[in-house]
T-cell receptor
Framework: KAGVTQTPRYLIKTRGQQVTLSCSPI?????VSWYQQTPGQGLQFLFE???????NKGNFPGRFSGRQFSNSRSEMNVSTLELGDSALYLC???????????FGSGTRLTVV | AQSVTQPDIHITVSEGASLELRCNYS??????LFWYVQSPGQGLQLLLK??????LVQGIKGFEAEFKRSQSSFNLRKPSVHWSDAAEYFC?????????????FGTGTRLQVTL
């Protein structure tokens, strides 16, 4: 069974640009969540999607957005990148959130 | 609001020694509790989870954790550590509702194993 796939693995962007990250969940999983991991703030919840609807949102500015497609694949977008957006972005999927989430390997975003 | 505290930032143990990583949580209702492990440059791997029932839960790689409601704790243990266990360990609490859609993580404990 394939795991959660995140693309790309590494990304370097310039301040002011925008970026789109992709996540393919485990087949059959309809819930996808996104987390940001930084040395200073640790792991922070961004948002969660279920059946193409955003079900929960963390405390991030509106520059951070996401969506989910009918095949459960999800994308997150960050516009007007800032240096502080440099982080590991982790995607997690679940067939039943009550049973825990499976995480992908993440996308390492560096903003220069 | 839910929160998780991992009081130990860094722990060093000898290979073969026992291990206990501490986790305290704050949540108004019955929590869903998780332990994840992260190797450098990698994502998070689920070690074990607690939802209800038996307060001692077994996980992968020989890990176990005990839920103690009276102490609001969910400590992770392993009787004999292997060098490959060196990694960062995260405790997390999830909302125990119909849609446990958000995990709140602790700051993590970095485990170093000496040979």
């Amino acid at each position: 069974k394939a795991g959660v796939t995140q693309t790309p693995r590494y990304l370097i962007k310039t301040r002011g640009q925008q970026v789109t990250l992709s996540c393919s969940p485990i087949s059959g999983h309809r819930s996808v969540s996104w987390y940001q991991q930084t040395p200073g703030q640790g792991l922070q919840f961004l948002f969660e999607y279920f059946s193409e609807t955003q079900r929960n949102k963390g405390n991030f500015p509106g520059r951070f957005s996401g969506r989910q497609f009918s095949n459960s694949r999800s994308e997150m977008n960050v516009s007007t990148l800032e240096l502080g957006d440099s982080a590991l972005y982790l995607c997690a999927s679940s067939g039943d959130p009550n049973r825990g989430y499976t995480f992908g390997s993440g996308t390492r975003l560096t903003v220069v | 609001a839910q929160s998780v505290t991992q009081p130990d930032i860094h722990i060093t143990v000898s290979e073969g020694a026992s291990l206990e990583l501490r986790c305290n949580y704050s949540y108004g209702a019955t929590p869903y509790l998780f332990w994840y492990v992260q190797s450098p440059g990698q994502g998070l791997q689920l070690l074990l989870k607690y939802f209800s029932g038996d307060t001692l839960v077994q996980g992968i790689k020989g890990f176990e954790a005990e839920f103690k409601r009276s102490q609001s704790s969910f400590n992770l243990r392993k009787p004999s550590v292997h060098w490959s266990d060196a990694a960062e360990y995260f405790c997390a609490v999830g909302a125990a509702t119909g849609t446990a859609s958000k995990l709140t993580f602790g700051t993590g404990t970095r485990l170093q194993v000496t040979l």
